[in-house]
């Protein structure tokens, strides 16, 4: 049997060998996205990965940067 071609690493190590897909969990997460069963067939590869990757996170802004930013563009 093959590893899922659905597996990312942002997601952690692939399934064991002989493991199978688990579709029940990716179709609460796409309903989670607003994606139906329609829309979660229909997704691609490349869709799937889009929106179940964690993006880089970049931590909360700096005090500095937040007084910069209201000097540079004040409240009227």
Known sequence: MTRSPLHHAAHGPPPPEGEETPWPEMMRMAAGFGAGPQA????????????????DVVGPMGRGVFEQMAERWPDE
Do not use: D, H, V
Request: glycine share 0%; hydrophobic share 45%; charged share 40%.
């Open 40 to 55: 979660f067939w229909r997704l691609s590869l490349k869709e799937w990965r889009m929106l179940t990757e964690r993006p």
